[in-house]
């Protein structure tokens, strides 16, 4: 990097910018506010929900077909994921195999009977993973990474189950932006924070929607009651 | 397909409009994008607001932008990400390849990124050692094909499956036989996985820059954005200046503008924040993250009185609606972003000397306007274009006759009247049953269009006398 | 005033008040295409105006209202012309226009050459203001509906882009057609698409313009309408231009002030001409 070329260019960017509207403010309180006052207008620039509850919001969006590729079902304890994880093999006729994600609240679950550590790196698997939100406005979970949670688990695998805790659901994209804000307070942002709303997908040939373009086909969200 | 030249669109619009399928191509995609946006827009009673509030975010922002852009710099340094500066393209690009050579790189990988392609790492990447790999199902499909993109949002719609068929069998390692769409994703997917996961650096654009977090969001639907971005061990963003806005907040209601009026849905599949490299114990992720922030002609915008361009969101409803773009194409445009918004832009990232067609092949109808998510006025935009054009005397000399003449004429309403009463006798010369087939000078007109013959004589010569024979009666 | 437009579907309420309308005089501004081509538009207007109860001037030293120049970027040919105009109308009460093109012109763009003269900006505004398409003057100010007018058949109708998109011009033709004995309404398919007339674009751009409005006509014939009816010259003459190219003779173009003022049996018994 011509680090003398980049001093020069960005000097040229600021004073160009600069020329062109000489008598704008820097005046950093007043930009923070006019900031804040465009977001007053949110309440009235957003959908309504199929329900004020967001749980059932998220729930009557996937149920409505609107989510991509994907399905859901609710269950009352963590202790029965297993078994649910059972049912979507049969459902889908696949082998008990598939990618947990390294998280202690999920290894510890009783796995008996399945494989919980496929390599996602071949392709036709299922992934596990669990959740850091659910967003009702657009059906959608939100993973972050860290050291337990690798964001190829969510992109490899063929299909994907993704662990709701129904309490971490928020309304709107708004509900998680000022968590995002939170979060950066305490200097913890993640690397990546992903909004999965629904399978891969593409209509780049004639425009005939196909799921499962690189990423996962099938997309089964589990909102677990007691989280 | 070789690119077509901005300055060449005459001819490419010959070559456009004599391609016998190309309407039939183009439709296939523009009918349904309209349709789905009219209905996204029907099923989004608060459509309204959330345009008006998005303008506000882009207009504030564009406002305060040397803020904004230190605010960025700041808090992505602090996440770790080394940041560039790009007055240009060609600088842009040389940025990119110099990191990449720095690393060893021998492949990469890239997603769908509009500004890679204004900025010519498309071309830089094929005349140098190292192979470019287009992740974007679009891309990857214009990437075997040679050809350049003829639409923002799809690319490659001028390719019919047929084409694709004959792409993937010739290309892939492991085709598939099947004609079918569902197969031949699945024969791109099969055919990029492992290209995915040992590429040695992926290349991004970027939708939004979030200023407060030094970040970059993603907005995507394949999943390949991620797939790009994460197994290489360096990650380069690519990114022009406008993306910028406040913080994750305010790009929300930008995100709810995006996808409706690009593809009609509510939301693409997959919204990333990306947030700076690797966090030591993290499971996966590039160790370093490079944002290349580019201007190349985005403050000349700025000091031409056009920041109002500077609010697109690359949705690409205003082609999707133009009914120039719908006959004649993206390729006719000669530039990455062709249609209204094209028109604009490549007047300021190329010049207005070589671009400058394209401004007046334009019916100034506003339909653009109407669609544009965040209000950009596109036909005063265009016009005002047509001015600096005009002061520059880039129009043929024989146009500027006709239109000077005709103001002159204009400004002396005696003579005007004259003239327009000579008009219509020398038209009668050539009229039969009602009709003028042909008369000198207006074979612009009578070449497709029969010229209906005038009346009779001019309103104000018959008002005159109609007046005159009141008064001289009462 | 205006409620705002959706995109879903425009609604519009655009009554405007006016009381004693025959107290206030209006400038008839026939634009140079109707006045070269087409004068019974003019009287028509003038017919309709005076119907409406309106006094109804006709200044002679009137010309171009100057899209020529505007559109192709010649801003100083532009004000050349506007001073023109707006000396010769910015004295009246109302200014009328039979085309959507030429009154969006004086409406919208008359300011857009004069930033830099407040003088003549402050008259161009004051001109802007008292500016109006006809169709929509008629029935926006005047409360206007026909009556006593019979016109068998059906109509289909374009919607020219700066009357419907820059004015708001849509309900008010239809409401006061629907007045009509013996007229139905068949709608057309994309009536608010361009028809590719575009002022000089339709020669700069001849091959362009043809295919959008071949598809137009496709549109028009689809409707099997006897008449074709809309608010602009420009946009009648290129469809009417290219419906005759390709041997159509079922289908008549008419502006609308035409047939609202009765003249649609004199000009269609009258010769071939659409």
């Keep these: 990097m011509n680090s003398q070329q980049n001093e020069q260019s960005r000097a040229k960017i600021f004073s160009a910018i600069k020329a062109a509207a000489p008598t704008v403010t820097m005046d950093v309180k007043t930009i923070q506010e006019e900031a804040l006052e465009i977001l007053k207008e949110s309440e009235f620039a957003r959908p309504k929900l199929l329900s004020e509850d967001a749980t059932q919001a998220l729930v009557l969006r996937i149920e409505a077909g609107l989510v991509i590729g994907t399905s859901c079902e609710k269950l009352s304890t963590l202790a029965d994921l297993p078994h649910s994880v059972k049912q979507f093999f049969g459902k889908h006729s696949l082998p008990h195999s598939l990618k947990v994600q390294g998280v202690e609240q999920l290894e510890k679950l009783n796995w008996q009977g399945i494989s919980t550590d496929s390599d996602i790196q071949q392709d036709n698997t299922v992934g596990l993973c669990w959740a850091e939100y659910g967003v009702a406005e657009t059906g959608s979970f939100v993973v972050h990474s860290s050291a337990d949670m690798p964001i190829l688990l969510n992109f490899l695998p063929l299909y994907l189950i993704a662990v709701i805790p129904k309490s971490k659901i928020l309304h709107y994209m708004d509900d998680y932006a000022l968590i995002a804000n939170e979060i950066a307070k305490k200097a913890e942002t993640p690397r990546n924070m992903c909004l999965i709303s629904g399978v891969s997908g593409t209509t780049d040939i004639e425009g005939v929607l196909v799921q499962g373009a690189h990423g996962p086909e099938i997309l089964h969200l589990i909102i677990v009651e007691d989280q | ?474 | 005033m205006s409620q705002k437009i959706t995109n879903a579907g425009r609604t519009q309420s655009n009554t405007i008040e006016c009381l004693n309308i025959s107290e206030k005089k209006v400038g008839l501004f026939v634009t140079c295409l109707v006045n070269t081509m087409r004068p019974s538009i003019g009287f028509a207007s003038i017919t309709l105006l005076e119907q409406a109860g309106c006094t109804v001037e006709v200044p002679e030293l009137q010309s171009c209202c100057g899209q020529p120049a505007f559109n192709s970027g010649d801003d100083e040919g532009t004000r050349q012309v506007a001073y023109q105009t707006i000396k010769q109308f910015e004295h009246f009460d109302y200014v009328v226009l039979p085309s959507g093109s030429c009154a969006a012109m004086i409406k919208k763009n008359f300011i857009e050459v004069f930033k830099d003269q407040p003088e003549w900006l402050e008259r161009a505004k004051h001109l802007a203001s008292i500016t109006h398409e006809l169709l929509s003057f008629l029935v926006d100010v005047c409360h206007f509906q026909p009556s006593d007018i019979e016109l068998d058949g059906s109509y289909t109708y374009h919607d020219s882009c700066s009357g419907y998109r820059s004015l708001n011009v849509y309900e008010q033709p239809r409401k006061m057609l629907s007045k009509v004995k013996g007229l139905d309404h068949k709608p057309l398919n994309s009536h608010a698409e361009c028809c590719g007339f575009g002022g000089t674009f339709c020669v700069k751009y001849s091959d362009i313009s043809n295919e959008i409005v071949a598809e137009k006509v496709e549109n028009v014939l689809a409707t099997e309408a006897d008449y074709l009816l809309g608010g602009d010259m420009g946009c009648l003459m290129n469809i009417a231009g290219k419906l005759n190219r390709e041997g159509h003779k079922e289908i008549k173009a008419l502006h609308t002030a035409e047939v609202l003022a009765g003249l649609a049996p004199q000009i269609l018994g009258g010769k071939d001409a659409s």
């Excluded at chain 2, 055919?191 to 820059?209: A, E, P, V």
Aim: glycine content about 6%.
């Design chain 2, 1 to 474: 397909m070789q690119a077509n030249r901005p300055e060449d669109f005459s001819k490419n619009v010959s070559k456009a409009l004599a391609q016998p399928d190309l309407k039939k191509i183009i439709r296939r995609t523009t009918d349904k994008a309209e349709t789905k946006r009219a209905e996204a827009v029907a099923n989004f009673p608060e459509f309204e607001n959330a345009r008006s509030q998005g303008q506000k975010v882009k207009d504030h922002t564009i406002k305060y932008m040397d803020h904004y852009l230190a605010e960025f710099e700041k808090n992505a340094l602090a996440q770790g990400t080394v940041v560039h500066w790009a007055s240009t393209g060609e600088e842009a690009a040389k940025i990119v390849l110099d990191i990449c050579r720095q690393h060893k790189a021998k492949k990469v990988t890239r997603s769908k990124s509009m500004l890679g392609e204004e900025i010519g790492l498309t071309h830089a990447f094929d005349n140098s050692e190292m192979e470019r790999i287009e992740t974007d199902l679009a891309e990857h499909i214009i990437q075997l094909a040679g050809d350049p993109p003829s639409h923002i949002v799809w690319p490659a719609m001028h390719r019919s499956r047929e084409d694709v068929v004959k792409l993937f069998r010739e290309f892939h390692t492991d085709p598939t036989y099947s004609e079918e769409i569902t197969d031949l994703v699945r024969s791109a997917r099969r055919d990029l996985r492992t290209k995915f996961l040992t590429s040695d650096i992926g290349i991004s654009g970027s939708n939004f820059l979030l200023a407060d977090s030094g970040s970059s969001c993603t907005v995507t639907n394949e999943g390949n954005a991620e797939l790009t971005i994460t197994p290489p061990k360096v990650h380069i963003v690519t990114a022009g200046i406008e993306k910028l806005v406040p913080s994750m907040a305010h790009a929300v209601p930008l995100l709810r503008l995006l996808t409706r009026s690009a593809t009609g849905a509510e939301i693409t599949q997959y919204i990333t924040f990306h947030n700076g490299p690797k966090r030591p114990n993290d499971a996966d992720g590039p160790q370093e993250c490079h944002i290349v922030l580019v201007d190349n002609g985005r403050t000349k915008m700025l000091a031409e009185g056009m920041e109002e361009m500077l609010r697109c969101i690359r949705c690409g409803a205003c082609m999707n609606h133009c009914v120039v773009y719908k006959h004649i194409g993206g390729h006719a445009y000669g530039s990455v972003y062709p249609g209204p918004m094209g028109s604009v832009l490549t007047p300021h990232l190329n010049s207005l000397e070589v671009a400058n067609k394209q401004t007046h092949a334009c019916t100034l109808n506003g339909r653009c306007e109407d669609v544009c998510p965040v209000n950009i006025p596109l036909p005063k935009l265009l016009r005002s274009l047509r001015a600096q054009s005009w002061q520059k005397k880039y129009e043929p000399l024989t146009n500027r006759f006709v239109v000077q003449s005709f103001a002159m004429m204009a400004k002396r309403p005696r003579l005007f009247q004259l003239l327009s009463s000579c008009g219509v006798i020398f038209m009668k010369v050539f009229s039969r049953k009602g009709w003028i087939k042909y008369m000198p000078f207006t074979s612009g007109w009578t070449r497709n269009r029969d010229l209906i013959e005038p009346e009779s004589t001019t309103f104000m010569h018959q008002y005159k006398k109609m007046k005159k024979a009141k008064s001289g009666g009462a």
